[in-house]
């Protein structure tokens, strides 16, 4: 396959620019001139049909646009996945540190689901959750568009088991298991979040799975699923995740730095199938070493 990454599709919106080059310019300015020139010229920039589009077309209010996202000298992330489960409907993968889900910032090739498509052919994955970069863990993903919404609907209606492992430090005074719940919002910077005064709208579940020395393995279960939420409960316990460099406070790390990862992983996913009424249930086999 030439290219294993799905488009982004933009809706183009009231404008005053000339052409579709000035326009694209001007909306994502982190990408220069020189590089729309050369996906206009190799036929990156199309139509909702898939045919290419002229960089000096005219600007068209309501005009859809389908691009491929490119980076240049996108770093290599090292670790590779693993393919637990694949049927018609799902496929469950086993992901590694430091793999984003999907495309974002400087990651698109390298990421879980452009390397899926890649190794599958199958352009119409989806991913049904998400999990953080530094997360290591299973990830699900729906194959087939027809029965997408009875999986989705897992997610929504908090039908399905998410079960988390953890290392951080002692909590000798808490009893197990243990359930935290707070108001979690958007912190500053943007990309973190925070407990604030107000009703709770996020809940774990903690358990206590091996206590040897000043780090202890927990289990984590969400019952909800706020952004960052398990890290952001540990850290408010006082026992921040292993390797965590955005709580309790941030710590910036190189690019490619990838002596410590964060010690959580998405161990199990659980659930009754919508589709057959079976019980369903997937483990990681990936171990957290300290």
């Known amino acids: 396959m030439d290219d294993p990454l799905l488009p982004s599709r933009l809706q183009l919106p009231a404008g005053d620019w000339a052409t579709l080059l000035d326009g694209l310019c001007a909306r994502f300015a982190g990408v220069d001139r020189a590089q729309w020139q050369d ?4 036929g990156r ?17 309501g005009l859809e646009v389908v691009y ?17 489960h694949h049927d018609r409907h799902l496929l469950v993968a086993d992901k590694p540190h430091f793999l984003p889900v999907t495309p974002a910032g400087r990651h698109v090739r390298q990421t879980l689901l452009a390397r899926l498509v890649a190794t599958t052919g199958i352009r119409d994955l989806v991913p ?3 999990i953080d970069r530094g997360t290591a863990g299973l990830v699900l993903f729906s194959v087939d568009p027809d029965s ?3 999986y989705q609907a897992l997610f929504r209606e908090r039908r399905i088991e998410k079960h988390y492992e953890a290392l951080a430090p002692a909590l000798p005074r808490l009893q197990f298991p243990h359930e935290h719940s707070s108001r979690l919002e958007r912190g500053e910077p943007f990309f973190r979040m925070r407990e604030s005064a107000g009703q709770a709208n996020s809940i774990t579940r903690i358990c206590l799975l091996e206590a040897n020395g000043p780090v202890w393995r927990y289990g984590l279960e969400p019952v909800t699923g706020r952004k ?26 190189a690019e490619q730095d990838y002596r410590q990862p964060l010690q959580l992983l998405a161990r199990a996913l659980a659930f009754i199938d919508p589709l057959s009424g079976q019980y369903r249930r997937f483990e990681s086999a990936r171990e957290l070493l300290g």
């Not at 920039?45 to 209010?61: C, E, K, M």
């Open 68 to 84: 491929y996202r490119e980076v240049a000298d996108e770093p290599l992330i090292p670790f590779s996945e693993r393919i637990v």
């Open 128 to 130: 049904l959750h998400r």
């Open 228 to 253: 960052h939420q398990l890290r952001v409960h540990m850290a408010a316990l006082g026992a921040p995740i292993a390797g965590d460099d955005f709580y309790p406070a941030l710590s910036r790390r």
């Open 39 to 42: 996906r206009f010229a190799r």
């Open 45 to 61: 920039v199309q139509d909702r049909q898939g045919r290419p589009l002229a960089a000096d077309r005219s600007w068209q209010l």
């Open 148 to 150: 997408r919404a009875a």
